[in-house]
């Protein structure tokens, strides 16, 4: 499926959802509805459409591979499964039942049961992949390191001994042999019956004109039924009481192509997952390189007027805000709420203000070297010249003083912060350590009952080697004796069957002999018929002959 068929499946959502929305939170608050089931229609058609909303962007989500649309899409189906939730919740406390009846709004809507069904999302499964391997590999590691456990106690009752248990397996062997001896000759001797039987009856006579039309027959009852069968599953395909049959190649049918499309799905998602995590902090970085440095000298240039705004104002430098109360973010805060105050004229006299301000110091700055020359020079100054001075000494020293406070106050507060820090890490480093001791005497504790375990079980394992490799042995010295017991029974049936040979070439050659003989009588005995037949036939025809004559001399007679 393409990208643009999930983006109209979730626009269709949004708009549901929308809809949906409307209705719940309508501009005037309606009436509280008192009858139960009106109430119930209303929050199961709500049900209803919300798990037609939820469907929808569960597959969206599913298959959707930008990362920030899906990260849209799940924040969306998050609320949506929790209105769900809430509706399933009032319906119940509405009919007291945990399964509800939802037949007459489903016609109405024009959709089926399995249209509202709510299925588990796929994400619950694939976002938990990792963490399920993991846990089901360290389960195996364990359950391998342990072994297999034998939960089951051995009762003194009901020991077998060695000798009892060859003894046991001996007679059940021998009995087995037994069965398989007497079927062996039941077979031959069945055999020859059959094989006798044949030879009484002789080969088969029928007429090959019968045979071909028995054959006909059969063949073409074979074929009309299987053309019929085609025929009723072709139709229960078209009436729609069947599926379709499946294709004879899975590897090029739409289902297997619409899997393979979901698999390529995933791993594009997994890839511009990645993509976009890797983005986020290389964009950050990249942002802190090039524009870093602007804005940190920006942001301290507006710290900077600040102060000196504030001095002009008050006639003395604020103090710098504490961490709790914002620290640079609150300089900014009045900042923007000052701007938001003054018009364009006030700011306007501002900035004169400054340009003032600006030119002043740099003209006390001047006056300061050049009173400096003079005072190198040995120049007296006037007492004017003196206040003025000290005035300016006065306000660069409270500049200082109030620059140092704070950068002290920073100072404090970034120490408060890191000695938080230091005590945060201390107590972890101190929580690990304690964790990584009741790890290690638990995990030795483990090791030496496994190995304990272990030793047990490599006893009872030698144990049960050794015996096995005796009944083995036992095993193996029975089976020569079976093999030479079959040997001498293949040479007794060898000579019973060669003898069986003879008797019957025997058997051939008198019934050979005693039908050459028959057929012989039997040929002197025709012969003799024969004879005998001809020389009756021909006294009979001279018999004829005679009374042909006397009849034709009566009849001559008679017409004299």
């Known amino acids: 499926m393409s990208h643009r068929l999930y983006n109209d499946r979730w626009l269709s959502a949004q708009l549901g959802l929308s809809d949906l929305l409307e209705i719940e939170m309508p501009k005037q608050p309606p009436k509280p509805e008192k009858d139960k089931l009106v109430a119930f229609q209303k929050f199961a058609t709500m049900y209803i459409r919300y798990t037609l909303a939820f469907r929808k962007l569960e597959e969206c989500y599913d298959q959707v591979v930008h990362p920030q649309k899906r990260r849209l899409i799940r924040h969306v189906l998050d609320g949506t499964i929790g209105r769900i939730l809430e509706l399933k919740h009032e319906m ?6 945990e399964f509800h009846y939802f037949d007459d709004i489903l016609t109405d809507m024009k959709l089926t049961p399995s249209d509202i069904e709510l299925p588990i999302p796929r994400y619950f499964l694939s976002e938990n992949s990792k963490v399920l391997k993991e846990r089901d590999k360290m389960l195996g590691t364990i359950l391998a390191k342990m072994g297999p456990q034998d939960t089951t106690e051995p009762s003194d009752e009901d ?3 060695l000798d009892e248990a060859i003894k046991l397996i001996q007679i059940h062997e021998r009995a087995r042999q037994g069965r398989l001896r007497a079927k062996f000759m039941r077979e031959i001797r069945l055999q020859e019956e059959r094989e006798k039987q044949a030879q009484l009856r002789g080969p088969p006579k029928i007429d090959p004109d019968v045979a071909a ?9 074979y074929s009309q039924r299987k053309k019929i069968a085609v025929m009723r599953d072709e139709e229960l395909v078209f009436i729609g009481m069947e599926l379709s049959p499946k294709p004879a190649s899975q590897k090029h049918s739409m289902v297997a192509l619409s899997k393979k499309t979901e698999e390529k799905r995933k ?5 511009y997952e990645k993509d976009y995590k890797e983005a986020l902090v290389t964009i950050k970085d990249k942002l802190v390189d090039t524009e870093g440095p602007d804005m940190k000298e920006q942001m301290q240039d507006q710290i900077r007027q600040w102060f000196i705004e504030t001095r002009d104002a008050t006639g003395k430098f604020p103090e710098y805000p504490d961490v709790e109360e914002g620290g640079s973010e609150a300089i900014f805060k009045k900042r923007e709420e000052g701007g938001e105050k003054q018009d364009e004229g006030g700011k306007g006299k501002k ?3 400054k340009g003032k301000k600006k030119g002043k110091d740099k003209k006390e700055k001047k006056g300061k070297k050049k009173g400096k020359k003079k005072e190198g020079v040995g120049a007296e100054l006037s007492v004017d010249d003196l206040y003025k001075r000290t005035v300016q000494e006065v306000d660069s020293l409270k500049e200082q003083l109030a620059e140092r406070q704070a950068y002290a106050r920073r100072s404090r507060a970034s120490e408060e912060v890191m000695r ?6 201390r107590s972890m480093v101190e929580e690990e350590r304690v964790s990584k001791k009741e790890l290690g005497y ?3 504790r483990q090791y030496k009952t496994m190995q304990t375990q272990l030793e047990g079980r490599i006893q009872h394992l030698e144990l049960q080697v050794k015996r096995l490799q005796s009944d083995l042995e036992s095993t193996r010295l029975q089976l020569v004796e079976v093999s030479e017991e079959r040997d001498r029974l293949r040479r007794e049936k060898e000579e019973e069957v060669a003898t069986l040979n003879g008797k019957l070439e025997a058997t051939e050659r008198s019934y050979e002999a005693i039908l050459q003989d028959t057929l012989d009588i039997l040929a002197s005995k025709i012969e003799a018929a024969r004879t005998k037949w001809d020389n009756e036939s021909r006294a009979i025809d001279q018999r004829n002959q005679l009374l042909l004559l006397e ?4 009849l001559q007679t008679l017409h004299s």
């Open 92 to 97: 119940m406390n509405l009919e007291l039942l």
């Open 159 to 161: 020991v077998m001994t």
């Open 213 to 221: 039309t028995s054959i006909q027959k059969t063949f073409r009852g």
């Open 267 to 271: 791993l594009t998602q997994e890839q």
């Open 351 to 353: 900035k004169g203000k």
């Open 420 to 425: 938080d820090r230091v005590t945060e890490a």
């Open 442 to 444: 638990d995990l030795t």
């Open 551 to 554: 009849f034709g001399r009566g």
